[in-house]
């Protein structure tokens, strides 16, 4: 398979996870924080407390971007802006306790709509395939 084929392969697997979530979308999220939300959110998870030019870098947004979607989030109670200690010009950003709820909510559906996406794969494809991923995200070492 050429490097470009792959690529629509892999491109063909991420829209087919979009699609999936977005039909579930109404079901799980109540707090309508929509696909740039839901993101930011995971992000998040996975960061801890970046500043927000890090997450903005992260999610690959622009800065005026960022700042709408902070504000939603922040006036939804699901995360809130910190001052850096060390720099007065840095803002961090944190999931608070009700933003990690809607972060599990999320990994939850993430997970169910990957599970359907995958059911035609065998256990130790699956294993094979999380190898995969984990080296190509640079999460373990080559064995």
């Not at 960061?47 to 700042?67: F, I, N, W, Y």
Request: with cysteine.
């Amino acid at each position: 398979m050429q490097d470009a084929e792959l690529a629509l392969l892999i491109d063909r697997f991420m829209r087919r996870i979009h699609f999936g979530l977005q039909s579930k979308g109404p079901s799980f999220d109540t707090e309508r924080v929509g696909p740039g939300g839901g993101i930011v959110l995971l992000t998040l998870s996975d960061m801890g407390c970046p500043s927000l030019h890090e997450l903005t870098l992260q999610v690959a947004r622009d800065k005026s971007q960022m700042t709408r979607t902070i504000r939603s989030l922040e006036t939804k109670g699901l995360v809130e802006r910190r001052p850096s200690p060390d720099d007065a010009r840095v803002t961090h950003v944190a999931l608070t306790s009700a933003g990690e709820r809607v972060v599990d909510a999320l990994k939850e559906v993430v997970s169910e709509t990957i599970n359907e996406i995958l059911s035609p794969i065998s256990k130790s494809e699956e294993l094979v395939l999380r190898n995969l991923l984990e080296r190509a995200l640079g999460e373990t070492t080559p064995e």
